[in-house]
């Protein structure tokens, strides 16, 4: 069971005001990672705000791109991004769209928003890491959704295969794909590919940071997948779950009702 | 016998390999036998790495952004139609640079049907920003082009030819982006690519006998073209024919006529593949004469130009 903590509520009103003000984003979507990313980047993560492309520093990959919103608020809380950046969200001149742009990004490592990318664009850097003998550690996030991608399979078949023990994908498991297709075991699925499999709540920050914390990064091992139990929209109730919030717009009451859900 | 181009492009692999440590080769489960010696010799820098194409794109996209040269090779629809998303936006939208090798093009794989055929790849790739296009039918040009481009900053998209048109060029002709004037003439300017210029050069001698000058283009850089030195050759001529193994939608044929169109009383003549799919069966001779890339079917299509 997930709690009702609500975590990171400065950074959740944030993005709403982002949609409000861009007219535009996935704000469900958004909730449901935005625990996970923040924890990364506050916690996890090597990196260099000033020099995002650092030799030294860990890569994250957002595959999941429609969840941006939760990777541009920590971008800017570390510094990647600046406060006309996200002013400028959907806006003409902008750099922030609605799924994050390698090549205008700072901090983005990979243009992500057709589903099923990620993981592939993100062996093949785990691999160029492991032939150079570099240590960077490579972590990627995917929807549950997003695993109905074939090409998701093929590079988790590849991952294990190829040792790729530098690489630790995690799995936004909101059940958003069990809408569609039921029977959807995703931890056993993983452990059926031979990754080393941790469950956890995706909104509990010590229970995901111990995790982390006790996971091998090598570069001749067996990779590592988080599957993150999460609720979409987890924070204001009225947004939680598969229903019309998936790419709505509040109007000022429902806007009003959200930030009180935040306070 | 000369070397084929698919050999050249395994022996190019392991000179540049030993000299450059940042080549890295993936397979999608063809050439291994060819790209042992580039395996041993260039220890971890070799992968066959499953039957699965578009995620070895996407890989390949990841090496480049980790600082490596990824070279991609295996079969041509599997990688250009099957795993086009994943060049379009893991290599070109994100700017990448990196090579693709292909083989089976076109109906090289002849006897393999629709499943192993790739004739409309040229259209498809120039669709993409940031990609080049080569089409070598010569180990010569093979190693010439590659060594030229492999470190450029795009995505080079080389189609290697099953065939050649046992044409000796120097290695000094090949110049990446530059067409090759084989031979000068007057009255006709024939542009081939790949094996195709044997054709080419056989219509060539028809006409001669004929007391029609023809002068030969070969393309073996599809994108960028060499679009100067065929206008050039098209305004002195005023009669233009493309011969290419290709779709005649979006093929050499389609960018040859956008470059030259607004010449006065220009005539032209697109000998390519139809529009539909070769479902035949035979060698790869045998199904050039069944869609009609033959120099008969060539004269025949330009007969009413000399008639005056």
């Given at each position: ?12 009103k ?31 993560l ?5 020099t ?74 785990a691999l160029g ?135 | ?15 540049i390999?030993q ?5 890295v ?113 010569s ?13 450029n ?17 120097k ?35 028809a ?32 009669r ?20 030259i ?8 003549h697109?000998a390519?593949?139809?529009?539909k799919?070769?479902?035949?069966y ?27």
């Amino acid at each position: 069971m997930i709690d009702n903590k609500i975590l990171n509520k400065d950074l959740r009103k944030k993005i709403v005001d982002m949609v409000i003000a861009g007219k535009d984003g996935h704000i469900p979507s958004a909730f449901s990672i935005i625990d996970i990313i923040t924890l990364l980047y506050r916690n996890v993560l090597k990196f260099d705000a000033k020099t995002p492309e650092w030799l030294h520093r860990d890569y994250f990959i957002l595959s999941k791109g429609h969840g941006c919103l939760a990777l541009y608020v920590n971008l800017h809380r570390h510094g990647f991004i600046t406060d006309r950046d996200i002013e400028m969200f959907c806006k003409q001149g902008g750099i922030l769209g609605e799924h994050p742009d390698r090549t205008k990004v700072p901090g983005a490592e990979a243009s992500t928003g057709s589903l099923g990318h990620g993981l592939s664009f993100a062996i093949g850097i785990a691999l160029g890491l492991k032939i150079q003998g570099l240590n960077n550690r490579m972590f990627v996030l995917l929807g549950d959704g997003e695993c109905q991608e074939g090409t998701v399979w093929e590079a988790a078949n590849v991952a294990r295969n190829r040792r790729l023990g530098n690489l630790c994908a995690i799995i936004d498991w909101n059940q958003s794909a069990m809408q569609l297709l039921p029977v959807d075991d995703m931890p056993k699925k993983w452990e059926a590919f031979g990754w080393n499999v941790h469950v956890v709540n995706g909104h509990d920050e010590e229970e995901m940071l111990d995790v982390i914390q006790k996971i091998e990064f090598n570069k001749d091992g067996i990779p590592t997948v988080i599957v993150a139990k999460t609720i979409k929209g987890k924070g204001v109730s009225m947004l939680e779950g598969h229903g019309i919030w998936h790419h709505r717009i509040p109007n000022e009451q429902e806007y009003k009702l959200i930030m009180e859900a935040l306070s | 016998m000369s070397k084929s181009t698919r050999q050249q492009f395994a022996d190019t692999m392991l000179a540049i390999g030993q000299e450059n440590q940042n080549l890295v080769v993936m397979v999608g489960d063809i050439g291994h036998g060819m790209l042992k010696p580039f395996a041993e010799f260039c220890v971890n820098r070799y992968y066959n790495i499953g039957i699965l194409e578009p995620t070895m794109i996407s890989m390949g996209a990841g090496l480049a952004a980790s600082g490596l040269c990824p070279v991609i090779h295996t079969i041509a629809p599997f990688m250009i139609e099957r795993a086009f998303e994943q060049i379009k936006l893991d290599f070109c939208y994100h700017k990448l640079p990196g090579n693709i090798v292909t083989v089976g093009s076109a109906f090289d794989y002849s006897n393999l049907g629709c499943t192993h055929h790739c004739y409309g790849d040229f259209a498809l790739l120039k669709t993409l920003p940031g990609t080049e296009i080569c089409f070598p039918a010569s180990a010569i040009e093979f190693d010439g082009l590659f060594r030229q481009s492999y470190q450029n900053n795009f995505l080079t998209i080389f189609r290697i030819a099953g065939a050649s048109h046992d044409f000796n060029f120097k290695s000094e002709d090949i110049v990446f982006g530059k067409g090759i004037c084989v031979e000068e003439g007057a009255d006709l300017t024939i542009v081939a690519t790949g094996p195709q210029l044997k054709m080419a050069l056989s219509a060539r001698d028809a006409l001669h006998s004929r007391g029609i000058s023809v002068e030969v283009i070969y393309i073996h850089t599809i994108r960028p073209l060499d679009v100067k030195l065929i206008r050039a050759s098209a305004e002195k001529t005023g009669r233009v024919v493309v011969i290419e193994e290709h779709m005649r939608t979006g093929g050499l044929g389609d960018d040859v006529l956008r470059a030259i169109y607004d010449i006065p009383n220009l005539k032209f003549h697109s000998a390519s593949i139809p529009d539909k799919f070769v479902t035949g069966y035979g060698t790869y001779e045998e199904l050039c004469e069944s869609i009609g890339l033959t120099p008969e079917e060539l004269l025949i299509s330009i007969s009413n130009w000399f008639d005056t």
